[in-house]
C-alpha cells in the first residue's frame, strides 16, 4: 500500500509565525502535490514538485514556499502565517502519468488554525 | 489553466435511488478524468476514472459517463447504500511544467437518506 504521511494532525499557529508542513512518501514517487481544502471550495492546488528540488506554481501560491531536498519529502512553508491561512491542508503524491493516468494518493491531512 | 465545475455542491437521495454528479472543464486537451471518495475525515480515494478514448466506464454500482464534445462527464451510482455517503471529487488532468497534475471540482456533499 501507498503511504502518504504528513507530519501533523492538528496544528495551532499565532499570526505572524513561520510555519513547516511535513509530507513524505514511501513509493518513490516523482510527483508531490500541497492542496488546500475549505468548505466549497474544494481542493485547491497550492505546489506540486516533479522531481528533487523542482517545483512549481499551483493555482494558489501567494503566501506559500515549498521545498524537496529529498525525493521522499516535500515540506509547505508558510513564511508569516495569517488568519486566512486558516485550513486543511492535504499532501499527495503520484508516479509518472503511464498510460495517460495519473493517480494521486492523498495523506491523512493537517489541519492548521492561525489565531 | 484548466477549470472544472461540479454541480450539484450538495445531493440527497433516498437510499436504494440513484445518484448522477455532473462536471463540465475548459481545456479540451485533457484526456484523463478520474473521480475522488472523501469519506467524513478521511483522506480522498480514487473510486473511478475515464480516459478520453472511451464513452463509459462501469464498476459495479458506479459508473462514469464522458462527453468529449461537450466536455463534460458524470459519476452515477445505482442502488444507493449509506456507505456511498461521502463528498465526491471530480477532476481533470493538466500537464504543467515538467509533471501532470489534477484540477479538482468543488465537490458535492452526497447524502443518502434511509
Known amino acids: 500500500d501507498v503511504k502518504v504521511t504528513q507530519s501533523s494532525r492538528y496544528l495551532v499557529k499565532r499570526t505572524g509565525e513561520k510555519v513547516f508542513l511535513e509530507c513524505v512518501q514511501d513509493?518513490?514517487?516523482?510527483?508531490m502535490f500541497w492542496y488546500r481544502q475549505d468548505p466549497g471550495l474544494g481542493l485547491r492546488l497550492i505546489y506540486f514538485s516533479y522531481d528533487v528540488k523542482m517545483k512549481e506554481k499551483g493555482d494558489i501560491p501567494e503566501g506559500y514556499s515549498v521545498s524537496r531536498e529529498k525525493k521522499e519529502r516535500f515540506s509547505l512553508i508558510l513564511e508569516s502565517a495569517s488568519t486566512n491561512q486558516t485550513s486543511m491542508y492535504l499532501c499527495?503524491?503520484?508516479?509518472?502519468?503511464?498510460?495517460?493516468?495519473?493517480?494521486?494518493?492523498f495523506g491523512a491531512g493537517t489541519r492548521l488554525s492561525v489565531l | 489553466g484548466e477549470n472544472v465545475e461540479q454541480h450539484p455542491s450538495t445531493l440527497s437521495v433516498q437510499e436504494g435511488d440513484s445518484a448522477v454528479i455532473k462536471c463540465t472543464y475548459s481545456d479540451s486537451a485533457s484526456n484523463y478524468f478520474p473521480w475522488y471518495k472523501q469519506e467524513l475525515g478521511k483522506r480522498p480515494q480514487l473510486i473511478i476514472d475515464i480516459r478520453s478514448n472511451v464513452g463509459e466506464k462501469k464498476d459495479q454500482r458506479i459508473a462514469v459517463t464522458l462527453n468529449k464534445t461537450a466536455k463534460h462527464f458524470s459519476l452515477h451510482i445505482t442502488e444507493t447504500q449509506p456507505e456511498d455517503s461521502a463528498v465526491y471529487f471530480c477532476?481533470?488532468?493538466?500537464?504543467?511544467?515538467?509533471?501532470?497534475?489534477?484540477?479538482f471540482g468543488k465537490g458535492t456533499h452526497l447524502i443518502i437518506q434511509p
Open positions: 499527495a503524491s503520484s508516479p509518472p502519468s503511464t498510460g495517460g493516468k495519473n493517480i494521486q494518493y
Open positions: 477532476a481533470a488532468l493538466f500537464s504543467g511544467g515538467g509533471a501532470d497534475g489534477l484540477t
Open positions: 513509493m518513490d514517487h516523482e510527483n
